[in-house]
């Protein structure tokens, strides 16, 4: 294993020093911070980081320029295996070194950077984080945090193994939303919660498809290997990149990847879930002809219906159902909302029932409301939880603020030990939609059975496995293409 860099901590610590001292007995003078020399508006280079980004275009072009934006995070180098996603990134930050190989970035620069931002698609994330951990980087990992439950296991122990500052990319959980509801619920606003109910519109990229046979040239920009990192190698094909992926199970974690940790955090946060004890899913079905079901492993279902069932917590009186719905597919509209009163915020929503009232909020946990809508000027509940600066849009700048406090300094909104168990559950739920959606042949050789779309799936939590649907366990731990390795 390489040497941490422990950089940070001695930056933090001299920070620390020099804000505390106000005489040297030696020499007998004053100690002035170098803010205070530079006048306002100056940063010392001790109160900044230096970030590595790995995948910066999409996604990744907006966070970077977001961490940036700070005014406390110096964007040193850049990553990515294709040069037209990331042309953009180049452009905004030219002083930045290029380079197509994360680890060739690691092993050249280490030590000249201070943490890393992980935007790649879902099948990379893990081992990218894994490997800034071991060198001591400090970690912002888009959502999911992980592709695979195993990975997330991993993850959340190594953050805390290797003492660095870590943030998954649901910009949500940092918004004034998720506090609101919170605050509601401490207050006894709707009583106690036994069901929630979450829906999206997503997937918007082609799902219950077959592996598209064509096979045109890569593209000159694109290292098709690089990008095809821990999965198994195929052929390159046309739409993949830069969103179809998410469909594909070999890099993608469908609809519950994609919005899932934006919409599931507030009922973890509000309830205090951490891991489920079982799940349950229905999906639909693709028929490529009369009475001729399409099979296509491959490929996510276009739309589906999970159900995780949470132990009772400290702050509920018993267990806790969450349906997921997915694909377009809503649950019904609570008897106390109008008929013609938006539910959710028309493609996505969270419904919290309580035995005392409801509460519900849009995707990010954003715009709040009790139901009926009557109830929101009735009921004022005093500020208990304080607000992150500048709401969803400061989740980036309470990272990089984070990182320079040091480990441990400062409170975050979806640290690795609070996002992995969310990053767990999504990832169990995906588990049972794979598990309805998997055939087994009949006895009779003429068609296919789905036993996982009829069953409730039992989870060992300590050892990962499904106790009583053994097909589904393959996909806890995927095996990774020779040549890449987790690093534990």
Not at 418 to 426: C, K, R, S, V
Request: hydrophobic share 35%.
């Amino acid at each position: 294993m390489d040497k941490p860099n422990t950089k940070n901590e001695q930056s933090a610590s001299t920070r620390r020093d020099f804000i505390k001292a106000s005489t040297v007995a030696a020499a007998g003078f004053m100690i002035v911070p170098r803010h205070v020399l530079g006048g306002k508006g100056f940063t010392a280079p001790s109160d900044k980081i230096v970030v590595a980004g790995v995948g910066v275009g999409g996604k990744g072009t907006s966070d970077i320029a977001n961490f940036f934006k700070s005014g406390k995070a110096d964007i040193g180098y850049l990553c990515d295996v294709d040069d037209r996603r990331a042309a953009t990134s180049v452009t905004n930050f030219p002083k930045a070194k290029y380079y197509k190989d994360w680890r060739e970035m690691f092993e050249k620069e280490s030590k000249n950077f201070d943490a890393v931002s992980v935007s790649t698609p879902d099948h990379t994330h893990a081992v990218v984080a894994m490997a800034a951990m071991q060198l001591g980087k400090h970690v912002y990992v888009q959502k999911p945090m992980t592709h695979d439950i195993y990975e997330a296991r991993m993850l959340t122990e190594a953050a805390a193994k290797y003492k660095v500052v870590t943030q998954m990319g649901n910009q949500g959980s940092s918004g004034d939303g998720v506090r609101q509801l919170h605050e509601w619920f401490d207050a006894g606003v709707i009583g106690n919660v036994d069901t929630v109910y979450i829906w999206t519109n997503r997937p918007i990229w082609p799902q219950g498809i077959p592996w598209p046979s064509e096979k045109p040239p890569v593209p000159k920009e694109l290292d098709w290997n690089l990008w095809l990192g821990t999965a198994p190698y195929k052929d390159y094909v046309d739409k993949l990149i830069p969103g179809s992926w998410r469909g594909w199970w070999d890099y993608g974690t469908g609809a519950l990847g994609d919005l899932g940790c934006h919409l599931m955090e507030a009922p973890f946060r509000v309830l205090g879930l951490k891991y489920a004890v079982d799940m349950q899913a229905s999906v639909s079905s693709v028929f490529t002809d009369f009475g001729k079901r399409g099979i296509f492993p491959d490929s996510c279902p276009p739309s589906s219906h999970a159900t995780l069932t949470f132990p009772k917590t400290p702050r509920t009186k018993g267990p806790v159902t969450m349906h997921w719905m997915d694909g377009g597919i809503k649950p019904e509209r609570p008897e106390e909302l109008g008929p013609n009163e938006l539910f959710g915020d028309g493609n996505s929503g969270i419904l919290f029932v309580g035995s005392k009232g409801k509460m519900m909020a849009s995707e990010y946990a954003a715009n709040p409301r009790l139901l009926p809508l009557s109830r929101m000027q009735e009921v004022k509940v005093k500020q208990k939880f304080a607000r992150v600066p500048g709401s969803a849009d400061g989740h980036y700048a309470q990272w990089v603020e984070g990182c320079i406090a040091g480990y441990g300094k400062m409170e975050l909104s979806s640290p690795f030990d609070l996002a992995g168990p969310l990053t767990e559950a999504i990832l169990m739920a995906n588990l049972a939609i794979r598990g309805a959606d998997m055939p087994k042949p009949r006895a009779t050789g003429n068609g296919f059975d789905y036993p996982g779309s009829n069953m409730k799936m039992l989870w060992d939590y300590k050892n990962m496995k499904v106790t009583n649907f053994d097909d589904v366990n393959q996909f806890v731990k995927r095996n990774y293409r020779e040549g890449w390795n987790l690093g534990v």
